[in-house]
C-alpha cells in the first residue's frame, strides 16, 4: 500500500447506510447447505470443485442447516422428502435464501408423469432464485448465485422493520 | 480390526435410536438409517429407503420405448451412459435387433469413460467421508476432462442420453480420438498422484485395514455384485464372464480384492478394486479406440417401435454392479411392465447383516466403501 495512502486511512470517515453494510456482509459469505436430493447434486459438487470454484464468491458448504444461509434444492423433491426439506429450512437461521436448481425442484421437469413426485419446491418453502436446466451446468448455478448476491444487495431490512 | 461383543455390563445403560440421514454428508444421497447405539456401538442398523422414489418403472409404462431413454439417464446418474447401454440392449434383445459393429464399439468407449468417472466420484467422495478433503477435490478436477470428452461427443455433461435403440446419436467428432488419447495420456500420472495420497497415505490405510469385512459367502448370498463383489475376493464380471456388445474382442483384466492391507472384503479392497478398474476400463478405451470400424452407427429401425409381445432381461456391468432391465411387451409401442434391477439395491441391503458391533464412524467408511447411490436403489 501505497505510503501516504496507509498514513491518510485511520483519520478516514466512510460514509454509507447500515443497510448496505449488512447487506455486503451477507451477500459476501453465503454458505450453503451441503445437501443434494439427486442429479443436480454431482452439478453442485462440480460447481464447488476446482474448475468453477464457487469459493471465490464467498460460498462454502457447511454440512449443518444450523450453520448454512443458503438453501441449494438440487433435484427432484419427493413428497416423502418435502416435509424433510422443509424442516431442513426451517432449522436454518435467518436470514436465510433458497435457490431452486434444475427442473425438477422448479416444476417437477422429467418426473411431472410420475406419481410420486413433488411439482416444485415452491409449494413448500419461499424459493429466491431458479436455476433452469436439468441439470444446470456449473456457469448457470454460479449466475444464480450472482443473482442472488445482488437481490440481497437491494434488501432494506431495517426500513422494513421500522 | 473385529467388531465389538455387545454384553450387558448390568449398569443400567439403554440403546439409543439414532436417525443417520436423510440429510446427511455421507450417506450419499437421501437415505436415511436408524440406528439403535450400544454407547458408540452399533447394536441394529435399519435401511430406510424411498426418499428419491421417482416412479421411473411406472412412468416407462406410459412413454414409449425411445421416449423412455432420458429416464435411464436418471436411474444411476453418475454413470448415465451405463444405464443407457443397458436399456437399448433389452429392446434391442426383445425386437432381435442387430447393431452395427461401429455403434458398439462408441457404446463401449463412452460406457467405460463413464466408468472412469464414476469411480472417481466413488474414490473421492469416499476418502471426503474418511476425513480427506484434498482427494475429493483432485477426483473432481479430473472428472471434468471426461464431462468435456462426453459434452464434446453429445452436448451434455451428466444426463447424456446419448444411446439409442438400435445405434448411437451421433458419431465421434474428427479430433475425439486424439483428445480422448491425451486425456487418457494423462489419467495414469494423475491417477499416480491420488495414490500417493490417498491410497498410500498411513492414516487411510490403517483407517480401513479390515473394517467392515463382507466374506465371499456373504456376498453371493445377498446378491451383491460388481466391484463390491470383486473387493470380497470373487472373481466376477458380466463383461468377460458373460460377454457382452464388443468386450470380447478388447483384452482387460479383472482386479480382485486380495487383503492387501487387511483382511479380504474389507473396506480398502472395495476401494482398491475401483482404483484398479479405472486403470483397466482406460485400456479398454485405447484398444477400443484403435480397433473402431467405419461404418453407420444407426441401424434401420421402423418408425414406431413396436416389439412382439414376450419378454426379455439383461444385464450389464455398470459401475455400481449388475445392472438388470426386466422388460415385458405386450406388442404394443409402450412397454407394459419394465423393471430394473441395480447393483446399489443389493448392496444397501447387505449394510444391516454386517453393521452390527462396528463403530458409528465404521459405518461411514462402509456406506462409502459401497459406493451406494440413491436413485439406484429407490429409482
Redesign the interface.
Known amino acids: 500500500m501505497h505510503y501516504t495512502l496507509r498514513n491518510k486511512l485511520p483519520s478516514t470517515a466512510l460514509f454509507t447506510t447500515v443497510d448496505a453494510v449488512l447487506n455486503w456482509g451477507r451477500l459476501s459469505s453465503l454458505w450453503y447447505l451441503l445437501f443434494g436430493t439427486a442429479c443436480c447434486a454431482i452439478e453442485l459438487m462440480q460447481t464447488g470443485g476446482p474448475r468453477a470454484d464457487l469459493d471465490r464468491f464467498g460460498a462454502v458448504f457447511r454440512s449443518s442447516p444450523r450453520q448454512s444461509d443458503l438453501l441449494i434444492v438440487a433435484g427432484t423433491v419427493t413428497y416423502k422428502m418435502a416435509s424433510r426439506i422443509k424442516r431442513l429450512y426451517e432449522q436454518m437461521a435467518d436470514p436465510k435464501y433458497v435457490i431452486s436448481m434444475g427442473s425438477c425442484s422448479n416444476c417437477g421437469g422429467l418426473f411431472d408423469l410420475g406419481y410420486s413426485v413433488l411439482r416444485g419446491i415452491d409449494k413448500v418453502i419461499p424459493v429466491d432464485v431458479y436455476v433452469p436446466g436439468c441439470p444446470p451446468r456449473p456457469e448457470a448455478l454460479t449466475q444464480g448465485l450472482l443473482v442472488l448476491q445482488e437481490k440481497i444487495r437491494k434488501q432494506r431490512y431495517l426500513a422494513r422493520e421500522a | 480390526m473385529q467388531p465389538f461383543e455387545l454384553t450387558d455390563l448390568g449398569a443400567g445403560t439403554k440403546e439409543m435410536m439414532l436417525n443417520m440421514g ?2 446427511h ?1 455421507s450417506t450419499h ?2 437415505i436415511k438409517f436408524v440406528l439403535r447405539m450400544d454407547g458408540e456401538v452399533v447394536a441394529a442398523l435399519d435401511p430406510d429407503v ?7 418403472e ?2 416407462a409404462e ?2 414409449s420405448y425411445p421416449d423412455f431413454m ?2 435411464t ?2 436411474v444411476d ?2 454413470a448415465a451412459m451405463n444405464c443407457n447401454f443397458g436399456y437399448a440392449r433389452v429392446v434391442e434383445k426383445l425386437m432381435k435387433m442387430e447393431v452395427p459393429k461401429r455403434a458398439e464399439y462408441i457404446r463401449v468407449i463412452v460406457a467405460e469413460l463413464n466408468r472412469i468417472s464414476s469411480h472417481l ?1 466413488s474414490v473421492g467422495t469416499f476418502g471426503n467421508d474418511i476425513g480427506a478433503v484434498t482427494p475429493f ?1 483432485y477426483a ?2 479430473d ?2 476432462l471426461i ?1 468435456d470428452l462426453l459434452e464434446m461427443l453429445c452436448g451434455a ?3 447424456y442420453n446419448f444411446v439409442r435403440i438400435g445405434g448411437v446419436a451421433f458419431d465421434l467428432p474428427d479430433t475425439f480420438k486424439e483428445k480422448a488419447i491425451a486425456f487418457l495420456d494423462t489419467l495414469e500420472p494423475k491417477l499416480k498422484e491420488f495414490n500417493t495420497l490417498l491410497s498410500e497415505n498411513r492414516i487411510f490405510r490403517e483407517r480401513l485395514a479390515g473394517v467392515c469385512v463382507i466374506s465371499k459367502e456373504d456376498a453371493v448370498a445377498y446378491g451383491v455384485t460388481g466391484p463390491n463383489l470383486r473387493g470380497s475376493g470373487v472373481d466376477w464380471d458380466l463383461r468377460r464372464d458373460e460377454p457382452y456388445s464388443v468386450y470380447p474382442e478388447v483384452s482387460f483384466e479383472v482386479p480382485v480384492g486380495g487383503g492387501l492391507v487387511g483382511k479380504v472384503g474389507d473396506a480398502f479392497d472395495r476401494y482398491w478394486v475401483r482404483i484398479k478398474e479405472m486403470q483397466e476400463s482406460a485400456k479398454i478405451v485405447r484398444q477400443c479406440l484403435e480397433q473402431i470400424p467405419e461404418g453407420p452407427i444407426m441401424a434401420k429401425i421402423p418408425r414406431v417401435l413396436k416389439p412382439p409381445a414376450g419378454d426379455a432381461f439383461d444385464r450389464t456391468e455398470a459401475p455400481r454392479g449388475e445392472l438388470g432391465y426386466y422388460l415385458v411387451s405386450d406388442g404394443s409401442s409402450k412397454p407394459q411392465r419394465l423393471k430394473i434391477r441395480t447393483g446399489s439395491f443389493a448392496a444397501v441391503s447387505i449394510i444391516p447383516k454386517i453393521a452390527p458391533g462396528w463403530m458409528i464412524a465404521d459405518i461411514v467408511a462402509l456406506i462409502g466403501s459401497l459406493d451406494i447411490i ?2 439406484e436403489i429407490d429409482r
Open positions: 436423510p440429510q454428508p444421497g437421501v424411498g426418499f428419491l422414489h421417482r416412479s421411473i411406472k412412468i406410459k412413454l432420458p429416464y439417464d436418471r446418474y453418475v466420484v477435490l473432481i478436477r472428472r471434468e464431462n455433461r451428466l444426463t440413491a436413485p
